[in-house]
């Protein structure tokens, strides 16, 4: 069976198509961050990228009326997934080099970050 992510681009309502084709968790100083390795069906110079996450936790706010009612929910904290951005492309010709140097990219993050 065909792939059909290498024909969803041809279809007007995506302007890009990509698929996670590998995931990685890491730790660093007590931080969770996802790296998911993406191969892109455009035509690119790299046909995978790689993308970052941060795990943190939010506190979330019911949205309620000016005057609370009894048993109204209150705040509770939320773990979620934030957009953790690399300072510049992270690109790969095959899965394993995007992913080396999504690793690189993050541990030297950490290195040049202030303490």
């Known amino acids: 069976m065909p792939n059909p ?13 990509y698929q996670v084709v590998r995931t990685a968790v890491v730790v ?3 931080q ?6 993406l191969k892109g069906y455009a035509t690119t110079a790299a046909p995978y990228t790689a993308r970052c996450w941060v795990q943190q ?16 929910r209150k705040d509770e904290s939320v773990t979620m ?10 690109e790969g010709k095959r899965p394993n080099m ?3 140097q ?8 950490r290195a040049s970050a202030p303490t």
């Open 5 to 17: 992510l290498k024909h969803a681009q041809e279809v007007d309502a995506f302007s890009e198509v």
């Open 81 to 90: 997934w934030v957009d953790h951005p690399f300072p510049s492309p992270v």
């Open 57 to 72: 936790h939010v506190t979330v706010s019911p949205t309620a009326p000016a005057t609370p009612r009894k048993g109204a």
């Open 32 to 37: 969770t961050y996802r790296i998911e390795v």
């Open 102 to 109: 999504a690793l690189a990219c993050l541990a030297e993050q």
């Open 98 to 100: 995007a992913l080396t």
């Open 28 to 30: 660093m100083d007590e």
